[in-house]
Every structure is written in C-alpha cells, then in structure tokens.
C-alpha cells in the first residue's frame, strides 16, 4: 500500500507543481514555421539540383542513342552501296 500512496502523492505532485515553462502559442508557431522553412527551402535546392542533373543525363543519353544509331545506319547504307567482291573460278 505505501507504493500506491507514493504514486499518488507523486502524481498530486506533478499535478499541483507549477509548469517550468509556460506555453507560449506563438513561439511555437515560429519554431514550426522555421523548421518549415528550412524543410522547403532545402527540398527545392535539392529538386533544382536533381533536376538539372537529370537533364544533363538525359541529354547526354539521347545524343548517344542518335549518335549510335546514325552510326548503323551508315554501316547498313556501306554494306548495301559494296559490290559484292568477284569470285574467280578454281
């Protein structure tokens, strides 16, 4: 029984101490608002940033994909424009 009058001794306690700290509405407005700030303002950096790196990439990948098919093509156009080579009797 001692440890249930402590518990509640300590809970009437807590109950009747005064808050260290009061609530403050606005102060915890701003915090949210700066931790959202920095949340948005880091998210766009880094979409500008990525964004610009999947340009570049994606460039870079269809100048290869022309530039390898162009090259085939002139292969197929190479082989069809040869005579094919003559063969001498035995």
Same mark, same amino acid.
């Given at each position: 029984?001692?440890?249930?009058?402590?518990?509640?001794?300590?809970?009437?306690?807590?109950?009747?101490?005064?808050?260290?700290?009061? %609530?403050?509405?606005?102060?915890? +407005?701003?915090?949210?608002?700066?931790?959202?700030?920095? &949340?948005?303002? #880091? $998210?766009?950096? /880094?979409?500008?940033? %990525?964004?610009?790196?999947?340009? +570049?990439?994606?460039?870079?990948?269809?100048?290869?994909? &022309?530039?390898? #098919? $162009?090259?085939? /093509?002139?292969?197929?156009?190479?082989?069809?424009?040869?005579?094919?080579?003559?063969?001498?009797?035995?």
């Amino acid at each position: 029984m001692t440890a249930e009058n402590d518990d509640t001794a300590d809970i009437k306690a807590l109950l009747n101490a005064p808050a260290a700290q009061p %609530f403050d509405p606005d102060l915890s +407005l701003r915090r949210v608002l700066v931790s959202a700030r920095r &949340q948005t303002s #880091t $998210r766009d950096i /880094l979409s500008f940033f %990525f964004s610009w790196i999947w340009v +570049l990439f994606a460039g870079f990948g269809a100048s290869l994909h &022309q530039a390898h #098919t $162009r090259l085939q /093509l002139q292969r197929e156009q190479q082989k069809r424009r040869r005579p094919p080579a003559p063969t001498t009797p035995a």
